[in-house]
């Protein structure tokens, strides 16, 4: 299966399987492999040998895996098919022991159901009932996960992803037992300190019976459910349905095949280890990744008790310790499912920033404290995104400037939907739906170069959860204690930053009006 599904999204690869004694020594061997030297390794496999925390086995791999970010090699993972409670009858939420590495790229697999499929799909028939009236709050979820187009002549486009989870359980009965792979794994490894891509992006991760530590899993993609991937059988004579996230990482493996490719051409090296990237990508350019919030995980139990598995002899209890797919990152899938073709220019736009432009000033610099610095002369815009009626204030220098706001339309235009909407198969009828939402009015100021600068909503102080991947980018959010309302500070003028640094391109600008306002643009 993986073989099949790498040579299908990239059929021009070089493909080598590596097989050992056990899963360390076949990651050492192609690790290892100087002469084919892999820029990208795929598993589905865990280690069955079971390590103790803190023990030299464990160490051992920790170090293999650090190997390969030296060797420049982009490693990828499978997070498992057993859900929440990942087929250990102890009653808790668990994960596969090395899935909390934070040098691998942790993959969660999802359901995807398409314009056609969705009727078909009982769990779905809210969601297809609400786009077909018009449910704006329905139609608004669906395309933060990907949807591009209301029409329902297109059968083959996306409609929704959701966690893939196969089990069903009618009244005390199970379709089949929690020991069969049916639902994607994700929570949180313990045993592993929260990875500095995790706490950069503003995550804490907590695992449903209150434990922190690293995050499971970073990405996910197509794994089972409504739709499966047709495979090579074992024998390569025939192909067959396959699925599960050992078909959403080697999917993942060969996405980044491309986006290799894609960087050879920009003159840029190979991504080798990029967790980092993918959630400085997630920040500043959120359509980079298909939101997945539909569906949970929730298969802790033990054995023995009054529920019964369809057509066996198994009993068993739950435990009800869950995760639920949610906006934003989760336990479930992680920061989403990839937008290959944004995801592939923020990738590119990050590099080549780090590349060729790394002295350009940030929007705005610590104070060492808590507090914010202009780090040049400039003009910076500040704008509200308000749930309610809220005062909110900024502070420039010694002077404060306070404005009264009034609440954000609910569904209005985000940066998402706004580089969404760029894509040439994004349907001008999901634009105008959303076009006449109101925005919070824009507050302009100029700041002198060391100039002190705060934001309080409500009166009170704000958290930037993700400054550190913004800043350098232009912008940075400042939220309100709940997260619920915000405040963007961002400067007025975007600036290119060519590839390769270079200063004889011709740009290309892309724009898009088939709103209900007029559009203008100056250059």
Not at 109 to 117: C, E, I, P, Q
Not at 121 to 131: A, E, N
Not at 232 to 243: E, I, N
Not at 267 to 296: E, H, K, R, S, W
């Amino acid at each position: 299966m993986d073989v099949g599904i790498v040579t299908g999204v990239a059929p021009q690869s070089r493909i080598g399987l590596y097989d050992g004694s056990g899963t360390f020594a076949a990651y050492q061997l192609a690790i290892w492999d100087q002469v084919n030297n892999p820029t990208i390794i795929t598993s589905s496999e865990t280690d069955n040998s079971r390590f103790s925390p803190g023990s030299p086995a464990q160490a051992a791999l920790n170090e293999l895996y650090i190997d390969a970010v030296l060797r420049n090699i982009s490693v990828f993972n499978a997070a498992g098919d057993g859900g929440s409670g990942n087929q250990i009858a102890n009653g808790l939420v668990n994960i596969p022991q090395d899935t909390g590495n934070a040098y691998v790229v942790q993959v969660g697999g999802t359901s995807l159901s398409t314009v056609r499929t969705a009727p078909l799909d009982p769990t779905l028939s809210d969601l297809v009932s609400g786009v077909t009236a018009g449910d704006v709050e329905v139609i608004w979820r669906l395309v933060s996960g990907g949807l591009t187009t209301l029409a329902s002549g297109a059968p083959a486009t996306s409609f929704v992803e959701a966690a893939w989870n196969q089990y069903v359980l009618s009244g005390t009965t199970l379709n089949s037992s929690f020991g069969v792979n049916a639902a994607t794994t994700g929570g949180v490894d313990p045993l592993t300190a929260t990875p500095w891509y995790q706490l950069a992006y503003g995550l804490s991760p907590v695992s449903a019976n209150g434990l922190s530590g690293r995050g499971v899993p970073d990405v996910a993609a197509v794994g089972g459910g409504d739709l499966s991937f047709d495979v090579p059988t074992a024998d390569m004579t025939g192909s067959g349905p396959g699925g599960g996230t050992s078909a959403s990482a080697p999917f993942w493996a060969a996405l980044t095949a491309q986006f290799n490719a894609i960087f050879q051409d920009q003159a840029l090296p190979q991504l080798g280890f990029y967790n980092d990237l993918l959630y400085t990508a997630a920040a500043i350019a959120p359509a980079a990744f298909n939101d997945v919030t539909f569906g949970t995980i929730n298969t802790s139990y033990y054995s023995g008790g009054a529920y019964s598995v369809q057509g066996e002899s198994e009993t068993f209890t739950p435990t009800g310790f869950a995760y639920e797919a949610g906006e934003g990152y989760d336990l479930v899938s992680g920061l989403g499912t990839p937008n290959a073709t944004l995801l592939a220019r923020a990738l590119s736009a990050v590099a080549h920033s780090q590349m060729w432009f790394p002295d350009v000033p940030q929007v705005l610099t610590s104070d060492g404290g808590t507090g914010w610095i202009s780090s040049v002369d400039q003009n910076l815009l500040f704008q509200p995104s308000l749930t309610s009626e809220l005062d909110w204030s900024v502070s420039l220098g010694t002077g404060v400037l306070d404005v009264s706001g009034s609440p954000s339309g609910s569904y209005a235009w985000t940066s998402r939907l706004a580089q969404q909407s760029l894509q040439a198969d994004f349907s001008a009828e999901i634009v105008t739906l959303f076009d006449s939402q109101s925005q919070g009015g824009v507050l302009q100021a100029e700041l002198g170069a060391g100039q002190g600068v705060g934001v309080f909503i409500g009166g009170a102080a704000t958290d930037q959860p993700q400054a550190d991947l913004t800043a350098h980018h232009g912008f940075i959010d400042f939220f309100s204690d709940d997260g619920a309302s915000s405040v963007h500070v961002a400067r007025p003028v975007a600036v290119a930053e060519t590839a390769g640094g270079q200063d004889d391109q011709t740009a290309v600008v892309r724009l898009r009006q088939n709103g209900t306002n007029d559009l203008s643009v100056q250059f």
